[in-house]
């Protein structure tokens, strides 16, 4: 059907963009670059600007400084029109008074296709998205995800150079979201177009990217592959937002951070002395009922039950709450009330003086707080 | 329910009392209505019926009578077409467009319904006539605006300024511009995406401006009657011959361009209640 071959992958490259709106800056100084043919995402909590981006790489939105560059050719100056992206909004922003197929020929028409060549490629694209018996069809006629279904065929149409997608499945729910996600991906692998994908949904981001930009109050906090924004946060906002942690405040002590009589190592390269905290994966959290060497004791304050697995809430003799994730059939001698010994190996320690996800508190994605 | 000392207010009348109220208010709208909107109508109809047919055909073939109609049909074309070109131009503006006096123009926009006819004619002629600021250059030229179908236009026009643009304005704002900018990064023009897009959504709004534009247009009278000078046979409009009738004593041709106007009359409000109905029901989707 629709080759590779029709879409060379073409990397975008953005250099010290800025974007400010009267005195609010919005995109502060963000360089990166997307891969050929790869996935990127632009992940960050809304307001980090990571749309405003997207907008200023399809022509939507002017940078207040910066370059912009596309194939090796810069775009900075270039109209909308001359850019040749695709764009895929949040909601769907398909034409209402246009049937599907007249919505998907729309980028065809507009550049004056011959009437058979643009019957030819909507076929061809209705048939990718797997919409083919929908083509007379309005779009208050579909559902939400079969709507964004015919604006990604439409974004497809004119073959643009690069894929903007600009939370894509923001405005669906839940097990939509999850069917499209998936069903994109396969739509990557068969297609290879370059893509950028605009998210604040870190699991959409882990999943379906190559590459992560994490963008945090209009500045790029860290750029690097999934696994690598996942296990090596480069600031306590990646470490914050990027997957859930629970932050253990102390200070650095011989490349540990210390707090009570306990410490946790991965402050090496901290200064002795510091204040610190350590953020800790809630699946890095050893829970045995017996003392290990090293370990320290806590008490069980809450088990939440997640399905196959349990999260289990923690008070540290000097008051600090842990998260810790452990499989079912690990529960053994764990319930409210009990005191068990945990294990902290792997730990991230930035110092207390930078700055965090969500101010002095830490929300992880399920919503469960940890006071400091 | 109550407890003692408590007082009970009824919200609502009981039963009985409910429907007599109700059935009340009734009667007192279809009065209201009825004696002033249908009896006229229903008057005018008969006076035309009692003149009889020779009278309507006689009126109809008068050269003053027609020529009357073809000057309304004029000035109610070309004020249709300068308002919805420059209506949708400034509707696009208020909606789309944050400036520094945005909300001033929306207000100017308002002012013609504010204004008497009457007061716009004057207007008219402070300007346009002996002694008008723009009088000496366009007098220059050869060009008589004052007494003759430009300035008849022209305060007709401004009288319409704000019934496309207040239509469109909620239109466009309820319908917001992903749409367009959708068509940018497909390819298309500022004008492809106007053409295609905008002017399709926005297309019941602006035919309901248009139909209220136009019934205004055809009944407008007060600032004409100033600006025109009343010259038959050159600058008389259909109701402008309504009047200079029932001021001759000649009733029955006056009933007959009465009727005519009433009959447009209707046929455009059966055209506004179309267009208001299929803009909501898009608005809805």
Redesign the interface.
């Known amino acids: 059907m629709t080759g590779t071959h029709e879409m060379p992958g073409t990397p975008i490259r953005v250099e010290n963009l800025w974007k400010r709106f009267g005195a609010f800056e919005a995109v502060k100084d963000v360089t990166f670059t997307a891969e050929a043919g790869s996935i990127t995402a632009l992940l960050g909590p809304s307001g980090s600007g990571k749309s405003t981006v997207l907008r200023m790489i399809?022509?939507?939105e002017e940078p207040t400084s910066g370059r912009i560059w596309m194939e090796g050719e810069e775009h900075t100056f270039k109209t909308?029109?001359e850019?040749?992206?695709?764009?895929v909004?949040q909601?769907f922003?398909?034409?209402?008074?246009m049937t599907v197929s007249q919505n998907v020929a729309?980028?065809l028409s507009?550049?004056k296709q011959p009437k058979s060549q643009q019957r030819e490629r909507v076929q061809d694209l209705l048939e990718l998205v797997q919409l083919t018996g929908f083509r007379d069809r309005y779009p208050?006629q579909l559902s939400g995800g079969q709507r964004q279904r015919v604006?990604l065929a439409?974004?497809l149409?004119?073959q643009p150079k690069v894929l903007l997608l600009d939370e894509p499945f923001g405005a669906l729910d839940a097990r939509v979201r999850q069917e499209l996600r998936r069903w994109l991906d396969d739509l990557h692998q068969e297609l290879g177009v370059t893509s950028l994908l605009v998210t604040h949904d870190q699991d959409e981001a882990l999943e379906l990217a190559n590459r992560i930009v994490v963008m945090h109050e209009g500045r790029v906090e860290q750029v690097g592959s999934p696994d690598e924004v996942y296990d090596e946060p480069a600031t306590p906002f990646v470490a914050g937002f990027v997957g859930s942690s629970s932050v253990l405040h102390g200070h650095v002590v011989e490349g540990h951070v210390q707090f009570g009589d306990h410490r946790v190592a991965g402050a090496g390269h901290l200064v002795e002395g510091e204040s610190a905290r350590a953020f800790i994966r809630p699946h890095d959290v050893r829970v045995k009922t017996t003392p290990q060497n090293g370990s320290l004791p806590a008490t069980v304050e809450r088990v939440v039950n997640l399905g196959w697995l349990s999260r289990v809430v923690l008070r540290l003799p000097d008051d600090q709450v842990l998260i810790a994730e452990l499989p079912n059939d690990e529960l053994d001698g764990v319930e409210l009330g009990s005191t068990v010994h945990v294990d902290l190996r792997r730990a991230k320690a930035f110092r207390s003086a930078d700055g965090e996800a969500s101010g002095s508190e830490m929300v992880d994605v399920t919503g469960v707080v940890s006071r400091p | 329910m109550s407890r003692p000392g408590e007082l009970r207010v009824p919200v609502f009348p009981s039963g009985t009392r409910r429907r007599l109220v109700h059935g009340g208010f009734i009667a007192i709208a279809l009065l209201y209505v009825g004696i002033l909107v249908i009896a006229p109508l229903i008057g005018i109809a008969w006076a035309v019926f009692q003149a009889g047919w020779s009278t309507i055909v006689s009126t109809l073939r008068q050269p003053d009578v027609q020529h009357a109609f073809y000057l309304t049909g004029v000035i109610t074309v070309i004020t249709v077409i300068v308002t919805s070109i420059f209506g949708v131009i400034v509707a696009i503006v208020i909606a789309r467009d944050h400036f520094p006096g945005r909300a001033l123009m929306s207000a100017l926009v308002d002012l013609p319904l504010a204004v008497s006819p009457v007061i716009v004619g004057l207007m008219a002629v402070v300007l346009f006539g002996l002694g008008g600021w723009f009088e000496p250059w366009f007098t220059s030229q050869g060009i008589r605006i004052l007494f003759a179908l430009p300035s008849m236009v022209l305060v007709t026009i401004f009288i319409c300024i704000p019934f496309v643009i207040r239509e469109v304005v909620p239109v466009l704002q309820e319908v917001g511009i992903t749409e367009e900018e959708a068509a940018r990064t497909l390819g298309a023009s500022s004008l492809q995406t106007f053409f295609r897009v905008t002017l399709k959504n926005i297309r019941w709004g602006l035919l309901y401006g248009i139909a209220l534009t136009t019934a205004r247009s055809i009944g407008e009278i007060g600032a004409v009657l100033i600006v025109s000078g009343q010259i038959t046979g050159q600058t008389e409009t259909a109701t402008l011959y309504v009047l200079r009738a029932f001021d001759q004593f000649q009733d029955d041709p006056g009933f007959v361009v009465a009727l005519t106007l009433a009959l447009v009359s209707i046929v455009l409000l059966v055209l506004i209640e179309t267009f208001k109905r299929r803009q909501e029901r898009m608005q809805r989707t």
């Open positions: 399809a022509g939507l909308v029109q850019r040749r992206v695709g764009f909004f909601h922003a398909l034409f209402r008074h729309f980028g507009v550049r208050d604006a439409r974004a149409a004119p």
